[in-house]
């Protein structure tokens, strides 16, 4: 028989279109079903083009896929002009009507309508996402389809640990640890679309680890980090010297999940060596230290993709000491321009990171190796030229298509060991 997966996201990023292409190149794609999906030439692309929905054009995809390709943009694009026009009452978390929630909640029952409709001969997988699997699994369940469950994020029981232990180590910032605001029935879904699950996609073996804590069975789980972005074709070193500081970058949410309270804390420590550039949207302006800190740094709330590929090509080292994460694609984005990073044992750093040599692994949660690791940069600087030319090289080796053949392949082992 003909082996075919459905593949859901409400909202679509570099590594589900990856995936959504590997599929389709192993002929393994049943059909795409996700928000906004734009094609060059067609109404939504259009529509991408004003300011205020530009964000539109990031979700375009190939027009190979468009006859497999399913949208329900109207959640999405409310979602989008809330954003714009500052109406936070449709996107409060979990309860506005234009809330990411709901997009999920929204796509995941349209996906088990589906699944229950019909009769699917070629159909033998649904590949879904965390917080927008659990009723399509349940139909796929149902009618003997398979359940493809990506977790893009370590699991939450291991993340309230974390986040509360955070909030003690830093209570002026506990305003920017969002991630503890998910309701009990959020979180009771996320452990059913885990239970119902036959294998578990996730992109570092930090992920892998925190499922420790999942009170239950669970079924194999596949660790395969993400692909880079083609990499620069040039970067050129700039020496530093008693008249140039380090120019360090972090980019990614105002919050101390991603370890910004760290991230200031040692550039000021450093002041008269360093020099920091924040990029990111502040996930509260309630918090009275991130806006003094703010103020003391260059601060840009946002910017295009590319641009951002840019500022970090301009930079010696990007720093990103986040103290929960599922992967951490600016990783992944620097080392593609030749910038070396600095991260945690709780991104995707290990898995594609050997310390001192491509780019530098720090515990999470610890100042002091970070403040440690960019005074020996500083010591060394020849060395940012070394490692940030391994790194590109590491991204070089990596592609997107890579990751998206690896995840069709493990879903195709799946098929033949069942």
Known sequence: MVKKILISHPTSNANNRAVVNGLSKASLLYAFHTSIASFEGDL????????????????????????????????EIGRIASLKLGLN???????????????????????????????????????????????????????????????????WRTAQKILKAEKKRWPDWSSTLTGLQDSEYKLKRKDNELALADRIFVASSFTAKTLLDYPGQLAPIEIIPYGFPTPAAHRNYTAIGANRKLKILFVGLLSQRKGIADTFEVANNLNNYVELTVVGRQVTNDCEALNKELSKHNWIPSLPHNEVLKLMHSHDVLIFPSIF??????ITEAMSQGTPVITTNHTAGPDIINHNENGWLISAGSSQELQNCIQEILTKPERIAYVGKAA????????????????SQAIIKHHESI
């Open 325 to 330: 994460e599922g992967f951490g694609m600016v």
């Open 44 to 75: 939504i692309h259009r529509l991408g083009g004003f300011k205020p929905f530009k964000e539109i054009r990031r979700r375009q995809f190939d027009l190979g896929l468009k006859t497999m390709t399913h949208s329900s943009p109207f959640l």
């Open 392 to 407: 590109r090289e590491t991204a070089r080796n990596r592609s997107w298509e890579v990751y998206g053949q690896e995840v």
């Open 89 to 155: 009452s449709l996107i409060k978390h979990e309860t506005g009507y234009f809330s990411i929630d709901n997009i999920y909640r929204t796509l995941d029952k349209q996906m088990a309508i589906k699944l229950g409709n019909k009769s699917h001969d070629e159909l033998t997988g649904i590949y879904a996402y965390e917080d927008g699997a659990y009723e399509s699994f349940l139909s796929a369940k149902i009618n003997e389809i398979n359940c493809f469950y990506d977790l893009p994020i370590g699991y």
